[in-house]
């Protein structure tokens, strides 16, 4: 157990939806991260947090958007659904900062379908 | 940009007999090197890392890399391969972000298949 988790573990959806992924990192990590993996593109990085403020963007789609809250929670809002945004959407956490090495821990993911 | 590549989708080894999976990078400066394993229906959990020093990290469930510096390379091996070691296997660079802040760009992994 890493200790991040994700909600909803399963989610399906029509296509023109709009689904909102729930994280809440690890105890003490002011990082989150979500990425998407498919099939076909793999792993991609998507946005990253930082105690509430945007600190990098990824591969994101302007239909999808995120947000960290003061509790640090983070939440992916993904809209007008496609087709291809089918797909297993993780969430991963860090404490970043001076002394960090890097390494993310991972939640076990929420698997979007769209239909 | 850093980049990794794992040249091989699929990696399948007997029981018993010694695995690689194999990672090159390319980054500017010193590479900070990860691998994670992916479950069946699991999130990706760490295996281990090479920031600097000792070019053979060791890490979880017996598994080491070899870090190669000329051949910018940074394998991943057992000695001896078990079933329950099938899975998915990432390499991973980590990229600096700004502002203090790093994110991990992967490879398209390769599946480990161990065969009984």
């Known amino acids: 157990d890493s200790g991040v988790t994700q909600t909803p573990k399963h989610l399906i959806t029509a296509t023109g939806q709009r689904v909102t992924l729930r994280c809440s990192p690890r105890s003490g990590d002011l990082s989150v991260y979500w990425y998407q993996q498919s099939l076909d593109q793999g792993l991609q990085f998507l946005i990253q947090y930082y105690n509430g403020e945007e600190r990098a963007k990824g591969n994101i789609l302007e239909r999808f958007s995120a947000q960290q809250f003061p509790d640090l929670h983070s939440e992916l809002n993904l809209s007008s659904l496609e087709l291809g945004d089918s797909a297993l959407y993780f969430c991963?956490?860090?404490?970043?900062?001076?002394?960090?090495?890097?390494?993310?821990?991972f939640g076990e993911g929420s698997r979007l379908t769209v239909l | 940009a850093q980049s990794v590549a794992q040249p091989e989708d699929q990696v399948n080894v007997a029981e018993g007999n010694p695995l690689t999976v194999k990672c090159t990078y390319s980054v500017s400066g010193n590479p900070y090197l990860f691998w994670y394993v992916q479950y069946p229906n699991r999130g990706l959990q760490f295996l281990l890392k090479y920031i600097t020093g000792d070019n053979l990290v060791k890490g979880s469930y017996g598994f080491e890399a070899e870090f190669n510096k000329s051949q910018t390379s940074f394998h991943l091996k057992k000695p001896s391969a078990l079933v329950s070691d099938s899975a998915l296997y990432f390499c991973?660079?980590?990229?600096?972000?700004?502002?203090?802040?790093?994110?991990?760009?992967f490879g398209k992994g390769t599946k480990l298949s161990v065969i009984p």
């Open positions: 991973a660079v980590r990229e600096y972000s700004g502002a203090g802040s790093y994110q991990l760009t």
């Open positions: 991963a956490s860090s404490p970043t900062g001076a002394g960090s090495t890097g390494e993310l821990f």
